[in-house]
T-cell receptor, first 110, second 115 residues
Framework: DAKTTQPNSMESNEEEPVHLPCNHS???????IHWYRQLPSQGPEYVIH???SNVNNRMASLAIAEDRKSSTLILHRATLRDAAVYYC???????????FGAGTILRVKS | DAGITQSPRHKVTETGTPVTLRCHQT?????MYWYRQDPGHGLRLIHY???????DKGEVSDGYSVSRSKTEDFLLTLESATSSQTSVYFC??????????????FGNGTRLTVT
């Protein structure tokens, strides 16, 4: 499985945008980029996913580099409830497995 | 929230005893997964199911077995629990195996302690 690399932790101020980076230099052409987050004492929660084009939903935006070797999850206005561990994951088109890395711990300051 | 219920939520058991964890879904999704989460290892896939009576191993399947006799239920069994199986166990469901449009939805976990 292709691997992803994320910073261990990041800090943001409340109400400001947050850009969470992810490197995936060994991504294959059919791998989808998924983002999940895990709040304390809860299971992971799906955030967004994409293949080549940038994606937006009610939770976040996903910006994918043209060569697909990196991507950025964008939270437009961080709130205290966004404090969580964010996982960037590659999922094969016909893959049954989701391989989680260590993720990025996001801290949000009020 | 996706309709996923894990039971029990917490369990303490002794080494050598059998333990069964249950995952119940109300979404009629075809795919179901069991993950464990440990400090320093993140989430690791134990077993998954792609239909009734159809299961396959994940990356850490030793010491675990699963069964799926109905679409809605996926059972994880530790035949003889060991202290190394102390962990938080998460069940997940997915409508489709493809990455195109099939996020995983997770339950809230079962915290298992083996003494």
């Amino acid at each position: 499985d292709a691997k992803t690399t994320q910073p261990n932790s990041m800090e943001s101020n409340e109400e400001e945008p947050v850009h969470l980076p992810c490197n995936h230099s060994t991504i294959s052409g059919t791998d989808y980029i998924h983002w999940y987050r895990q709040l304390p004492s809860q299971g992971p929660e799906y955030v967004i996913h994409g293949l080549t084009s940038n994606v937006n939903n009610r939770m976040a935006s996903l910006a994918i580099a043209e060569d697909r070797k990196s991507s950025t999850l964008i939270l437009h206005r961080a709130t205290l409830r966004d404090a969580a561990v964010y996982y960037c994951i590659l999922r094969a088109q016909y893959g049954n497995k989701l391989v989680f890395g260590a993720g990025t711990i996001l801290r949000v300051k009020s | 929230d996706a309709g996923i219920t894990q039971s029990p939520r917490h369990k303490v058991t002794e080494t050598g005893t059998p333990v069964t964890l249950r995952c119940h879904q109300t979404e009629n999704h075809r795919y179901m997964y069991w993950y464990r989460q440990d400090p320093g290892h993140g989430l690791r896939l134990i077993h998954y199911s792609y239909g009734v009576k159809d299961t396959d191993k994940g990356e850490v399947s030793d010491g675990y077995s699963v069964s799926r006799s109905k679409t809605e239920d996926f059972l994880l069994t530790l035949e003889s629990a060991t202290s190394s199986q102390t962990s938080v166990y998460f069940c997940a469901i997915s409508e489709s195996q493809t990455g195109l449009n099939s996020p995983l939805h997770f339950g809230n976990g079962t915290r298992l302690t083996v003494t």
